[in-house]
């Protein structure tokens, strides 16, 4: 005891709880996975590092292990030791499966990362029932609805917790934007409502900060260009795979506010693929209030102008399918 007074108490909890935080990233090894698990193990905000993959792991995180950070890194190898990697953890990100090749679509992906992602899921349901989930494997319009139907089936569902991550959308449409106006991308803040695939890819223009002026013909460019941009590097990339070094940047900005508004910062907002009332779709991705719980209010979508208006109507019966896919996959599984 050194006689501190209760403020005193609080202020050193505070500090205390800033660096203690258990992150899990399940497909640890794979294209994402890799840079992302770099940048978390260089980051402040993570104390422990647990990697999880099928293949991989233990050199993944021997490799990391070096690295002068504190956060302590951990290899888990093989479902037999999923478990004991998601013990204790406070935010589980899960980029595992497969990538798009040229001429698929994320809905392509389905089979194979449905799977995937309700087994890994059903752990995390079992292990870290209270974690934040972050889930990145695509089609994330099917993916989440998939991981909230298992966590009702384990009795632990909460949806301010699951989060289908959606920020590449936003990084890149900040990005596109500051090219076209000669600005400084860290500066351009851009919401993209919707979902993650396609035409189902909202970005709101309109609501630009610093506000922006295109013409009818740049701005349908310009939203097909950032509605597209996953694609683009699909096609780039040739056969090797999807967007991987942008994603895991994205990824840790999002795990990054996440674990910001956990520790008690105030006003982090980030747009993620969640549970919603905003519209007559149960999921929807719109710019989110977090806090130490998940999210702490969804700021819904603002106003928006007609055109906008037309894409969101537009998008509807897509993100419909894709949701009732995900939702009926856990329904009709044993
Ligand atoms: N949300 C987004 O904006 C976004 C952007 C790009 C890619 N993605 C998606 O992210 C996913 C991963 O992409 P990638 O390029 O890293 O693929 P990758 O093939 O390079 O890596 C995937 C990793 O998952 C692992 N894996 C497979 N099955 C597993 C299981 N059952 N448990 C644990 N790990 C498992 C593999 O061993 C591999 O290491 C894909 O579904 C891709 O479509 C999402």
Do not use: W
């Amino acid at each position: 005891n050194i006689g501190l007074v209760n403020s005193e108490k609080d202020l050193l909890a505070k500090c205390l709880s800033f660096n203690n935080s258990k992150v899990a990233v399940l497909g640890a090894a794979g294209g994402i996975g890799q840079p992302l698990s770099l940048l978390l193990k260089n980051s402040p905000l993570v104390s422990q590092l647990s990697l999880y993959d099928i293949a991989h792991t233990p050199g993944v995180a021997a490799d990391l292990s070096h690295i002068e950070t504190r956060a302590k890194v951990t290899g888990y190898l093989g479902p037999e030791q999923l478990g004991e990697c998601l013990k204790g953890c406070e935010v589980v990100v899960i980029p595992a499966g497969v990538p798009r090749k040229p001429g698929m679509t994320r809905d392509d992906l389905f089979t194979t990362n449905a799977t995937i992602v309700a087994v890994l899921s059903e752990a995390c349901a079992r292990h870290c029932p209270e974690a934040m989930m972050c889930i990145i494997s695509n089609p994330v319009n099917s993916t989440i609805p998939i991981t909230s139907e298992i966590f009702k089936k384990h009795g632990v569902y909460n949806p301010n917790k699951i989060f289908g991550v959606s920020t590449l959308d936003i990084v890149r449409a900040n990005t596109f934007v500051a090219e076209l106006k000669g600005l400084d991308p860290a500066r351009v803040s851009v919401p993209v409502i919707g979902g993650h695939a396609g035409k189902t890819i909202i970005p709101i223009i309109s609501q630009c900060t610093p506000k922006v002026e295109f013409n009818q013909d740049q701005l349908v460019t310009l939203i097909a260009r950032i509605q597209e941009a996953g694609t683009e590097v699909v096609k780039a990339k040739a056969g090797a795979g999807s967007a991987t070094l942008s994603m895991a940047y994205a990824g840790a900005r999002f795990v990054f506010s996440l674990l910001d508004a956990m520790n008690g910062k105030e006003g982090v907002v980030e747009c993620a693929f969640v549970r919603s009332e905003e519209t007559e779709m149960p999921y929807f991705s719109t710019p989110l209030l977090l806090g130490k719980n998940g999210i702490e209010k969804n700021l819904g979508m603002g106003k928006l102008t007609p055109f906008e208006e037309k894409l969101v109507a537009e998008a509807m019966a897509e993100l419909k399918g894709s949701i009732k896919k995900g939702e009926d996959f856990v329904k009709s599984a044993k």
